[in-house]
T-cell receptor, first 111, second 114 residues
């Protein structure tokens, strides 16, 4: 069964605003990752947060992880039109060879 | 640097015809390899993964099979395509020394079965 479930399914905001996407999962994890997919392209890794970390930053990205609630959030600050894409969380369980992806959030940044 | 190639990029096939999608990785050795399928507007479904030559794990029993004849080559096949096989197929690799590290994806193969 799918581990990560993103919320909302779609998000449309104005350029310059912040965008927040959430991910919930069901079982214990080793780490949680966020990926970006432009329309019709492959996925690109954005950021990885380990189960013993609570927050991580990378440029305009901020990821939080709450293992007690089994949830994560991805914040994109000062959004740009080029941030328009689908964003997926993926979870890796301890000792597992595979990543399980959620359904994604489709983000649209309006100029 | 490492690169991943996937082809063909687009494929239109009739129902009942065979399928072969190929993926190769360059610049790394003994990678973990993965095939995912993505339905339109949906998430990724893991189909197969491989931790070594001729070592294939199937996640979803279906009309597809995978093979890894060489260390950096991963092939997705079908003997007879179904309409439900249509989708966007993504190959990915990961370094084996990082069991739960990041995946690197190819550009995908869009399959339409008519």
């Amino acid at each position: 069964s799918q581990q990560g479930e993103e919320d909302p399914q779609a998000l449309s905001i104005q350029e310059g605003e912040n965008a927040t996407m959430n991910c919930s999962y069901k079982t214990s994890i080793n780490n949680l990752q966020w990926y970006r997919q432009n329309s019709g392209r492959g996925l690109v890794h954005l950021i990885l947060i380990r189960s013993n970390e609570r927050e991580k930053h990378s440029g305009r990205l901020r990821v939080t992880l709450d293992t007690s609630k089994k949830s994560s959030s991805l914040l994109i600050t000062a959004s740009r039109a080029a941030d328009t894409a689908s964003y997926f969380c993926a979870t890796a369980r301890q000792g597992a060879q595979k990543l399980v992806f959620g359904q994604g959030t489709r983000l649209t940044i309006n100029p | 640097s490492q690169t991943i190639h996937q082809w063909p990029a687009t494929l239109v096939q009739p129902v009942g015809s065979p399928l072969s999608l190929e993926c190769t990785v360059e610049g790394t050795s003994n990678p973990n390899l993965y095939w995912y399928r993505q339905a339109a507007g949906r998430g990724l479904q893991l189909l197969f993964y491989s931790i070594g030559i001729d070592q294939i794990s199937s996640e979803v029993p279906q009309n597809l099979s995978a093979s890894r004849p060489q260390d950096r080559q991963f092939i997705l096949s079908s003997k007879k395509l179904l309409l439900s096989d249509s989708g966007f197929y993504l190959c990915a690799w990961r370094a084996t020394d990082r069991h739960t590290g990041e995946l690197f994806f190819g550009e995908g193969s869009r399959l339409t079965v008519l």
